[in-house]
């Protein structure tokens, strides 16, 4: 659950901070900016870090980045927390390597929508197929008796009524279920961008 949510958010906490540091704020204030922001569980870790560094606690910036490396899970966010891990120790060209990551990420996240959307594009009309042609033809099933019965009655042996009542009725359900396993498959696919 946590590398969605880092996921979710991480394009725009980047973006969020080539703006801030290009228009000449620093580091420390901008991840200050980003941890009172809604940046979900980015936001919480940086407010994490900054309420570390006020109290004086645990080392410098570089020591709680390096502490969150580890307990970031996405590779996204690790990779931004390296970033700026290298910044601070070897005194990186920050700006610059943040409009690219920026860029990657947009194009990580075009091609992850672009294949959710071919993953999709059966799933309309499976579910219209098995929606619609399930009951019609579980429904000739249950009138297949009543059709039958008279004169033709006499050559064929019709199994009872309830039988064919109950199979009518589990195809029915078979029907919802299946339905609502694709439309599960569907929603678990989802990249949640």
Known sequence: MRSLDEKRELLYVIRTLDVLMSSGVGLEAAIHTIGKGGYGVVSEDFSDIMKRLQKGTGGGLDKHLKNLIKKAESPGYKRLLNTLYTNVTQNTDLV??????????EEERTEAVEKYIEELGGVPETLLSIGMIGPI?????????QLL???L????SLPDPAIISAVVNMGLIMTLVAMALIGMKAHTKDPGL
């Open 96 to 105: 610059e390597t943040l409009k690219k990551q920026g860029t990657r990420m």
């Open 137 to 145: 033809i579980l429904s000739i099933i249950g009138l297949v008796p």
């Open 153 to 156: 009655g006499g050559f064929m």
């Open 149 to 151: 019965s008279g004169d």
